[in-house]
């Protein structure tokens, strides 16, 4: 049975972090035409709730942004490197369209933006062994999207990786080919990050809204569960 693993090396490094996921298997993750109104008006509709967070005019002044970037400093990043939840905010204070990709993506991105969380979400059946949170030792063979060579994980890098390599760099900066969510995935986790309590509290809400949304789109019953200091390991 794989499982999620809070490695020491990051709980020492944020101890009031709470990793909430959802395990949904058995699912049908194919974009289909009939869903696709449904799925651009939940994207919609996150994108209108993000604007809550955007309330200084200089876009990296904002409180998520903020909190996130002083997170990336704490540990050796990529030049560059920022929090999914940055990425997704900035199409939104760029006024950029955001398209349904598959299912489960568009679920957790519109979750994302509703709640100024990074959400993420793995293909449970690629992961070589247990997955884990923690500094990488450098090197972990890691091919994002579109990339035609590794570009292997620093020594240091809060990353999510397994027997094979880095699966997820910088927290849910960056996403490895071999892991990410496609349209054939059957069984899959998704991944609620949270560092300090205000992002716990909205980290509950928005893995309670995720839930609903998943159990309903797949009529499923996905589970929930929560990783932190106290209880550092989960099955998938």
């Not at 006024?95 to 994302?112: A, C, G, H, K, T």
């Not at 949270?194 to 509290?201: C, D, F, K, L, S």
Request: proline share 3%; hydrophobic share 40%.
């Amino acid at each position: 049975m794989t499982k999620l693993i809070l490695d020491s090396s990051f709980i020492e490094l944020f101890p009031e972090a709470e990793i909430n996921i959802i395990v949904a298997k058995a699912i049908d993750n194919t974009l289909k035409d009939e869903k696709l109104t449904e799925l651009k008006a939940l994207l919609d509709a996150g994108k209108l709730e993000a604007k809550k967070f955007l309330v200084t005019e200089n876009f990296s002044d904002n409180d998520v942004i903020q909190e996130w970037r002083q997170a990336f400093q704490c540990f050796k990043t990529k030049k560059g490197a920022r929090s999914s939840i940055e990425a997704l905010l900035k199409r939104v204070y760029q006024d950029r369209e955001f398209n349904p990709i598959n299912p489960l993506v568009d679920l957790y991105n519109s979750v994302s933006m509703k709640y100024g969380v990074p959400v993420g979400g793995e293909d449970i059946e690629r992961i070589q062994g247990d997955m884990h949170l923690g500094k990488a030792k450098g090197g972990e063979a890691f091919f994002p999207l579109g990339a035609e060579e590794d570009a292997p994980a620093l020594e240091g890098e809060i990353c999510y990786f397994d027997e094979e390599g880095a699966i997820c760099r910088c927290f849910n900066w960056r996403e490895a080919q071999r892991t990410m969510l496609r349209e054939e995935t059957k069984n899959a986790v998704l991944v609620i990050e949270a560092i300090n309590p205000g992002q716990v509290e909205r980290a509950h809400a928005a893995i309670q809204e995720l839930k609903q949304l998943v159990d309903e789109y797949f009529d499923i019953n996905a589970e929930i569960k929560t990783l932190n200091k106290q209880n550092p390991s989960v099955e998938l």
